[in-house]
């Protein structure tokens, strides 16, 4: 799995002391997937007593199948 971080991703992740091993999970196993706009995507897994939430783009390069440009993240 190859991650891709915008900088509003990397404020948000520090700010929100997320735990990057929850956002993999729910990019790979989502309990729920959502079609946001322009080709975003939430994903949204329950994880404890926490769900989490992250918003991403699947960069589809013919040499990277798993490549995602993560937008943000925060737990709801």
Do not use: W
């Not at 956002?23 to 949204?44: L, M």
């Amino acid at each position: 799995m190859n991650l891709k971080l915008t900088n509003h991703f990397q404020a948000r992740f520090a700010e929100r002391g997320i735990n990057m091993d929850h956002v993999k999970s729910a990019i790979r196993t989502p309990d729920k997937t959502e079609n946001i706009f322009d080709g975003k995507i939430k994903a949204i897994k329950k994880i404890d007593d926490q769900t989490i939430e992250v918003v991403y783009c699947k960069e589809g390069f013919k040499d990277r199948q798993n490549c995602y440009l993560l937008i943000t993240v925060y737990y709801k």
